[in-house]
């Protein structure tokens, strides 16, 4: 739902940014909130996104067994004496802040997406937790690059939708390599 959701909701974006070129198309600003402001970021913007990226990267690296276990399995977690609560409420703040980081490029809710489609794709290609992660992110940079040009290059197309849909697009092919990958 939150893939269809995100998906749609970036084409909406991208029809609202058309409309707004029209004559009778101003807003009071809602657009700026709703899908971000890329093209306002500044260099402390994008150090804040990099240091929350690799505090995320080695937090999911070096916990990679405790949050796998308390995740699927948390009633074996509690039984091996793993801090679930503690690892519950990380996981929690490490969510929070990446859509913090997000609202600003790509707005309030097409941030949705960029934490629900990369793992989502990644997912149809590897059973392995840390193949998941890796895959995941690998997505998210290829489609944030793909999302960015698109919107560079062509005229009046906002980033945040533009990415959304760069994610979109890969998750297609994601979940038709998957079909193929587990039908072998």
Do not use: K, N
Not at 124 to 144: N, P, Q
């Amino acid at each position: 739902m939150a893939i269809a959701l995100g998906t749609l909701f970036a084409l909406g974006t991208l029809l609202l940014s058309a409309f707004q070129q029209t004559e009778h198309g101003h807003q009071a600003g809602i657009g700026s909130f709703l899908t971000g402001h890329a093209a306002s970021l500044v260099r402390a913007d994008l150090v804040t996104a990099l240091g929350l990226l690799a505090a995320t990267a080695l937090t999911f690296v070096a916990l990679s067994w405790d949050l796998r276990t308390s995740t699927f399995d948390p009633a074996y977690a509690r039984a091996s004496g793993r801090p679930t609560g503690l690892l519950g409420a990380l996981t929690a703040v490490l969510a929070v802040g990446t859509v913090v980081a997000g609202m600003q490029a790509v707005g309030l809710v097409l941030v949705l997406a960029l934490i629900v489609i990369p793992p989502a794709a990644a997912r149809r290609l590897s059973d392995r937790f840390l193949g998941v992660v890796a895959l995941a992110a690998a997505i998210g940079a290829c489609a944030g690059a793909a999302g960015s040009v698109a919107s560079a290059t062509l005229p009046r197309v906002p980033t945040g939708a533009a990415i959304v849909l760069a994610l979109g697009a890969s998750f297609l092919v994601a979940a038709a390599v998957g079909r193929i990958r587990s039908a072998a």
